[in-house]
């Protein structure tokens, strides 16, 4: 399985961005997607999650509000709209998948999932 992320940049705060993650390659089995993102010297951190219906969704603390993380009908694209983005949010963000997890789990523990694409960079600048 590989995961595609793509739509980072840069914004100025208050600004939005639409992140999205394709999956492709073999069978894609009934997995949750994550979002997750690092800054420089910190580990990585949960930021969202939907389950494979997309009934279940997850979400940090810091961006209930203005994140929203959505799955498409064929379960292989996972977007992440932001909004009202703040310089803190500023990271290398990367879309993971937690394989055969059910339909209704959305983790939120990076240790649970097995597949992570490359990263895209969002940068908020004040």
């Known amino acids: 399985v590989q995961l595609q992320a793509s739509g980072g940049g840069l914004v100025q705060a208050g600004g939005s961005l639409r992140l999205s993650c394709l999956a492709s390659?073999?069978?894609?089995?009934?997995?949750?997607m994550g979002w997750f993102r690092q800054v420089p010297g910190k580990e990585r951190e949960f930021v969202a999650s939907?389950?494979?219906?997309?009934?279940?969704?997850s979400y940090t603390d810091s961006v209930k509000g203005r994140f929203w993380v959505a799955r498409g009908n064929t379960k292989k694209l996972v977007t992440l709209q932001m909004n009202e983005l703040k310089p803190e949010d500023t990271a290398v963000y990367f879309c993971a998948a937690d394989e055969d997890s059910g339909p209704v789990v959305a983790s939120t523990d990076r240790l649970e999932y097995d597949y992570w694409g490359q990263g895209t960079q969002v940068t908020v600048s004040s």
């Open positions: 390659g073999r069978a894609f089995s009934v997995s949750a």
């Open positions: 939907v389950s494979w219906s997309g009934g279940t969704t």
